[in-house]
């Protein structure tokens, strides 16, 4: 048991990565070490861009940018026949414009970053037992971004087994990420099938009682000369919830990057 001053001295001390959006860091408070933030919807082009924009922040500099200054992994769960992007579906073109925009040397971000896909269920949990190792091993880690958590298990005929799979990858990396401090932050899928105005991330109950901060993202406006997108604060340890923010970006270099 913590006294209420060594938790507030634990929680002073604790670095916080932007997002890349003012907005968001409101509504999310920033991205703090040793926190599991899960953002889900339907829109992959807006979770895309998100995720290229954190890993970017993770390396960019603690003071004026408000980065993390450090390495960064990014777990990407990929189908390896049908994907049109590359092996890994992180794109260097991407990630040299998105470094470009953030100010950063692209190479500086190339080296400071690992990337691990993932192509089935077995080969994902494979890949958390090896990127908890990675992260155990490498203590300059502060960022771990898996993309599409749930995409296996949206495509599964037998969701019993895949959320089993999916309970012990969220176990492993979870477990990892908090006994080193880095911040976790997934990807995923809406249930478009539950009720409720905000729908609820599919993958079964326990990624939603596992994740500290849940942020649900779809389409704001489809009219304007500026894509807009909602994100709605669904959980979070020390806010009130549901809130919501309006979130811009911009497209350049043929991919769009949060404002």
């Known amino acids: 048991m913590h006294s209420a001053l060594e938790q507030y001295s634990e929680h002073r001390n604790t670095l916080k990565m932007t997002t890349g959006s003012a907005d968001l860091d409101s509504l999310i408070d920033g991205i703090q070490e040793g926190v599991f933030y899960l953002f889900y919807g339907n829109n992959h082009a807006v979770l895309d861009a998100m995720v290229y ?12 940018t408000h980065g993390f200054e450090s390495m960064g992994v990014c777990f990407n769960n990929t189908d390896y026949h ?4 590359g092996k890994s579906a992180l794109s260097p073109e991407r990630i040299g414009v998105a470094a470009k925009c953030a100010g950063i040397d692209p190479k500086i971000v190339f080296k400071n970053i ?3 896909p993932a192509y089935n269920e077995k080969h994902q949990l494979l890949v958390a037992e090896q990127v908890a190792d990675l992260i155990q091993s490498n203590k300059d880690i502060k960022l771990l971004v898996v993309n599409n958590i749930t995409k296996f298990f949206r495509k599964s005929k037998n969701k019993m087994e895949s959320a089993n799979i999916l309970k012990q990858v969220i176990g492993i990396i979870c477990k990892t990420c908090s006994k080193n401090k880095v911040a976790l932050i997934c990807t995923g899928d809406a249930n478009l099938t539950s009720r409720g105005l905000i729908p609820r991330p599919i993958g079964g109950t326990y990624l939603k009682h596992t994740a500290n901060v849940i942020v649900h993202i779809r389409e704001f406006s489809k009219t304007s000369a500026i894509p807009s997108f909602k994100a709605t604060l669904i959980k979070h340890q020390y806010s009130k919830t549901p809130k919501s923010v309006v ?7 043929g991919m769009m990057l949060l404002d």
């Open 53 to 64: 924009r954190f890993i970017i922040n993770c390396v960019i500099p603690i003071r004026q």
């Open 114 to 116: 690992y990337v691990h």
């Open 82 to 85: 049908n994907n049109n992007s």
């Open 247 to 253: 979130l811009y970006v911009r497209k350049t270099g």
